[in-house]
């Protein structure tokens, strides 16, 4: 079966502007969750959805914002990119409320020039 | 806040070595898990241990969960340069979100 797609891979922006990122989560699974990875940083929690639910947001300013769809495919919102926004943005999908196992999509590799 | 230490940060051995990885926490998690990460991929669940003391074994790779759930290992026998990556544990408390430690950089030299 199909894994996690996320799209694009790469992107490359400019200081204040905006940017849309996609994840395919696996079928039939309802949540899907977005992290932050960056060499200091490690990877962080951006916020999970369920069934179009956000129940979850990390520590993160309100440039940063997501939705989820019926067919639970999602996308994350960054507004007014700033360099340090510069990153590789990580989907994860699982079947139900997490806590038993993500499966992750290749990322996309985000660049704020 | 919860919070996962990994250590050490980065490992470099030669292949046939042993090597144990630690991912430390004050806090209690329902579960742990541990993923490896090649470079631009996103990481790979490995396993998933929820019972206090708990035993998995994966070919080479031996992981255990700490008694009082706060703590695990990961330990290879006999590495092998395949074995390369990053790895990363991940704790699920009642917050409902995954919260990854910093991750172990692992160099297996042939």
């Known amino acids: 079966k199909a894994g996690v797609t996320q799209t694009p891979r790469y992107l490359i922006k400019t200081r204040g502007q905006q940017v849309t990122l996609s994840c395919s989560p696996i079928s039939g699974h309802r949540s899907v969750s977005w992290y932050q990875q960056t060499p200091g940083q490690g990877l962080q929690f951006l916020f999970e959805?369920?069934?179009?639910?956000?129940?979850n947001k990390g520590n993160f300013p309100g440039r940063f914002s997501g939705r989820q769809f019926s067919n639970s495919r999602s996308e994350m919102n960054v507004s007014t990119l700033e360099l340090g926004d510069s990153a590789l943005y990580l989907c994860?999908?699982?079947?139900?409320?997490?806590?038993?196992?993500?499966?992750f999509g290749s990322g996309t590799r985000l660049t704020v020039v | 806040t919860q919070l996962l230490e990994q250590s050490p940060q980065f490992l470099s051995i030669q292949e046939g070595e042993n090597l144990t990885v630690y991912c430390n926490s004050s806090?209690?998690?329902?579960?742990l898990q541990w993923y490896r990460q090649e470079p631009g991929e996103g990481p790979v669940l490995l396993v998933t241990?929820?019972?206090?003391?708990e035993v998995k074994k994966l070919k080479r790779l031996t992981f255990q969960f700490g008694d009082a759930r706060k703590d695990s290992s990961l330990h290879i026998t006999a590495a092998q340069p395949g074995d390369t990556g990053l790895y990363l544990c991940a704790g699920s408390g009642g917050a409902q979100k995954l919260v990854f430690g910093q991750g172990t950089r692992l160099t297996i030299n042939p």
């Open positions: 241990v929820v019972t206090g003391g």
């Open positions: 994860a999908s699982s079947l139900g409320p997490l806590g038993y196992g993500y499966t």
């Open positions: 959805y369920f069934s179009e639910t956000q129940r």
């Open positions: 806090s209690v998690f329902s579960s």
